[in-house]
C-alpha cells in the first residue's frame, strides 16, 4: 500500500531541499526573473545535492536506485525556492532518466557516468513544437532511416538550456509513433536558435532548436532498434511537471497567507473577513489535492505499473490548480499583488506556463 511518510532517507533530502531553497533560490528569484539568467553558481550548488546521482545505479557511476516519489519529493521542493531554477537543476534529468529506463547496455555504459560527476552536467530534451494542435503522440517532426543511421527533420520550440547541453534528446515520429533519439550538441544540421521570451520563466533559457537533416547514428535511438517505451517517458515527465507546480501553488498559498494575516482592515487582520478566509481555505485543499495526486501517479510509476492515466489527470489538475491559486494569491493582495514588490505576480506568470509546457522536466 502507498504511505505518506517519507522514509529515513527522503526526510534527510527534504531537510536539505528546503534549507537549499530557502537559502539559495527563493531570496535570489525575483532578481534572476527580472535579469533573465539565474544566479552563477546556483546549478553547481544545487548538483551537490546529489539528486540524480541518487538515482543512477553503482554499475553506472551512481549511488542510488531512481525512485518517482522521490523525484517528486524534491521537485515541489526545488520549485517553491524557484521554478526556474528547478527546472535548470533537472534538465539533466532529461537525458539521464530516459537512458536510464529505457536505453541499451551501451547507451547506459556512456552517457549515465556523464551525469555522475562532481560538476553540473547539463542535458535537454526537445518534445514540443511550434503549433497550436501539439500532440506529443502525432509529432511533426519527422525520423527517416537512411544508409544504417536516422535523419531528424522538424523545429521544437521551448527547449531548455539547448544551447549548454552536450546531449539533446531529440522526440520524433517513426513509423507512426513517438521515439526519441539522443543528439549530440555538435551534430550536423542541429541548431539551437536564440532565447524565446515568454510571459514566465524568464530565468531558464528556453529555445527554438532547429533540425535541418539531422544525421543521427542508429545507435543513438533511444533503446535501439526496439526503440523506447514513450507513454513510460511521457508520464515520468507530466507527474514531474505536476510537482513542480505544486511548489508553485503551495508558495503563493503561504505567502497569500501570512500577508492575509498581517495586512489589517477595518480593524482586523484581512484572513479573518469571511471571503478572504474562504479562498484561503479553497487555495489550500487544492494545492494538497494536486500533491496527493502527483504522489499516486509518482507510486504507480514506482510499481511498474501503467500510470498513463494517472500521470495525465495528475498534470491537468496541477495545471489549472496552479493557476488558480497563484491567481487568488494576487487577489489577496490586492494592489500589492499586482506589483513587483512582492512575488505573487511572478509565480502567477510562471503558473500560467504549465498548461503549455509539455516534457519540460522529468524524474
Known amino acids: 500500500m502507498f504511505g505518506f511518510e517519507p522514509s529515513e532517507e527522503q526526510a534527510t533530502l527534504l531537510q536539505a531541499l528546503r534549507r537549499f531553497a530557502g537559502r539559495e533560490m527563493r531570496p535570489h528569484a525575483r532578481e534572476a526573473d527580472e535579469a533573465g539568467h539565474l544566479p552563477e553558481g546556483l546549478p553547481q550548488a544545487g548538483w551537490e545535492l546529489g539528486l540524480l546521482p541518487a538515482s543512477i545505479p553503482e554499475a553506472h557511476g551512481g549511488f542510488g536506485e531512481r525512485s518517482a516519489v522521490t523525484g517528486v519529493l524534491a521537485a515541489e521542493e526545488l520549485a517553491w525556492g524557484d521554478v526556474s531554477g528547478a527546472m535548470a537543476l533537472l534538465a539533466p534529468n532529461l537525458v539521464a532518466i530516459p537512458v536510464l529506463l529505457c536505453g541499451t547496455a551501451e547507451q547506459k555504459r556512456e552517457l549515465l557516468p556523464r551525469f555522475c560527476g562532481d560538476a553540473y552536467a547539463a542535458g535537454s530534451s526537445a518534445l514540443l513544437e511550434p503549433r497550436y494542435d501539439f500532440d506529443p503522440h502525432a509529432l511533426r517532426t519527422r525520423a527517416t532511416r537512411a544508409n544504417g543511421a536516422y535523419v531528424l527533420t522538424g523545429t521544437k520550440t521551448n527547449v531548455p538550456c539547448a544551447a549548454d547541453a552536450e546531449w539533446m534528446l531529440v522526440y520524433a515520429e517513426l513509423d507512426g509513433a513517438t521515439q526519441a533519439f539522443l ?91 469571511q471571503a478572504i478566509a474562504f479562498m484561503l481555505a479553497e487555495m489550500a485543499t487544492e494545492v494538497e489535492a494536486a500533491r496527493l495526486m502527483a504522489w499516486e501517479a509518482a507510486w504507480r510509476l514506482d510499481q511498474g505499473g501503467d500510470a498513463a492515466r494517472e500521470a495525465a489527470l495528475a498534470k491537468n489538475f496541477a495545471d489549472d490548480m496552479t493557476l488558480a491559486v497563484t491567481d487568488r494569491a494576487v487577489q489577496i493582495l490586492g494592489g500589492h499583488g499586482y506589483i513587483r514588490d512582492h512575488p505573487v505576480e511572478m509565480w502567477l506568470r510562471n503558473a500560467r506556463g504549465f498548461a503549455v509546457l509539455e516534457g519540460l522536466a522529468i524524474v
Open 183 to 273: 543528439v549530440r550538441k555538435d551534430s550536423p544540421g542541429l541548431r539551437v536558435a536564440d532565447r524565446e521570451r515568454n510571459l514566465g520563466l524568464n530565468a531558464l533559457a528556453l529555445h527554438t532548436v532547429e533540425l535541418q537533416g539531422c544525421v543521427v547514428p542508429a545507435a543513438q535511438r533511444l533503446g535501439g532498434d526496439a526503440g523506447c517505451d514513450f507513454a513510460l517517458l511521457l508520464g515520468a515527465s507530466r507527474v514531474a511537471l505536476a510537482a513542480l507546480a505544486v511548489g508553485v501553488a503551495r508558495a503563493a498559498y503561504e505567502y497569500s497567507l501570512e500577508y492575509a494575516k498581517e495586512r489589517t482592515a477595518f480593524g482586523e487582520p484581512i484572513a479573518r473577513r
